[in-house]
């Protein structure tokens, strides 16, 4: 068996623990005689499937009481579209625009409420995060959105904005349980987990419970209604049954790991290798603003496409995979999310010293 250390910024590596049990469950899960594939949703066996996915997700966030859990399709980007849909009243929202996911949230968000750009990084190519201490954010705006992790750029906020009373929205898609988070800072934090948690095909949304409402925008239909998923434990129509499943085995691996202050320390000692290579390299150097570096992904350039090009195809020898740069920032980006271990980034650093001598 030969794995390779996948640096894809999505869908990205799972821990090789969570897939072979996996494996181990595939044909015949705990003598039901059936894959979680083949089971009904409305079963008892699958009932304490995502019943205990919920409870160790809160355990792991310690999400309060007063937030409701719940596990969708459609993918982060349509959330774009739910988040105005449910929470538009006054019909105002106040967007921060720091990349790629921003943008496309907050063009999505015109389609239902008025949205207005508060502060955006895009003069410098979305290379750092504005300054979010002091915005001009309108009176009657529904809340403020945000980026938490810019998958693209590799910018990270270390401090949530002054929102200034409004409810803060934030995708976190590329740093969801990558690190403790204060879940009552939030109105609404929602990724799709294909970043740093399970399969593509699930996205988690936390939602204050007060958010969640019958009086959404006018034609909103019924399945991106966060009540109709909320009255329903997120057993409306068909959950996307497997994929939630992996997320639980997930959720157990971070807890059997010691949890988030684990975590967190484990993306620091990865991230911190890789930048400070970089920071001292000749040939290599990274793109973000170090005070907004993300612990997740990390852009870097050569400033030559020949070099870059060859850079890629010969790491992609070395079972270093999926290391191009995203189309519009170029170079490339190494996405280093939990599964990813300390030994792939040393084999990284270590690719890229030998790759650094070989061309000066
Ligand atoms: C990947 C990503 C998305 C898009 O996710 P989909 O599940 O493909 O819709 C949105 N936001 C961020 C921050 C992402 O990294």
Redesign the pocket.
């Known amino acids: 068996m030969a794995r390779v250390y996948n640096f894809s ?2 869908p990205a590596m799972l821990p090789v623990e969570v897939l072979k049990e996996a494996q181990e469950e595939m044909l015949d899960y705990r003598g039901t005689g059936m894959s979680v594939m083949e089971m009904s949703h409305r079963g008892k066996v699958y009932d304490g499937i995502i019943k205990e996915a919920e409870a160790d997700l809160r355990d792991v966030l310690s999400i309060p009481d007063n937030y409701k859990v719940l596990f969708l399709q ?7 579209a739910a988040v105005p849909m449910n929470l538009t009243k006054n019909g105002k929202a106040a967007y921060i625009l720091t ?1 790629q ?2 943008k ?2 907050f063009q999505e968000a015109k389609l239902f409420t008025d949205a207005v750009e508060v502060a955006s990084s895009a003069d410098r190519t979305f290379s750092y995060i504005p300054d979010c201490s002091d915005l001009d954010i309108p009176k009657d705006a529904d809340y403020v959105y945000i ?6 750029y590799g910018t990270k906020y270390w401090t949530l904005p002054n929102t200034k009373g409004h409810e803060l929205v934030s ?4 740093c969801f349980l990558s690190e403790p988070m204060d879940v009552t800072k939030y109105g609404v934090v929602y ?2 987990v ?2 740093n948690i399970g399969p ?1 095909g699930v ?1 988690i949304s936390i939602i204050r419970e007060d958010l969640i409402r019958d009086d959404v925008l006018p034609g909103t239909p019924t399945m991106l209604k966060w009540k109709t998923q909320a009255d329903n434990d997120s057993l409306y129509n068909t959950p996307p049954t497997y994929g939630i499943y992996i997320c639980g085995k997930v959720f157990k691996w971070i807890k059997d790991m010691g949890g988030l202050e684990v975590m967190k320390a484990r993306n620091e000692k990865k991230a911190a290798l890789l930048y400070d290579y970089l920071d001292n390299s000749k040939l290599f150097r990274g793109t973000v603003e170090k005070k907004d570096r993300s612990l997740m992904n990390v852009p870097f350039v050569i400033g030559d496409k020949d070099l870059e090009a060859r850079f890629v195809t010969e790491a992609e020898e070395k079972g270093l995979t999926s290391l191009k740069g995203h189309r519009t920032v170029g170079g490339m980006r190494a996405s280093i999310y939990n599964a990813m271990p300390y030994e792939g980034v040393q084999a990284l650093v270590d690719f890229m010293e030998d790759f650094e001598r070989s061309v000066r």
Do not use: L, P, R, Y
């Open positions: 910024a999505g459609g993918g982060a980007s349509q959330q774009f990349g996911w921003a496309k949230a980026c938490e992790n810019n998958t693209i995708d976190v898609s590329s990724g799709g294909q970043k593509a996205v």
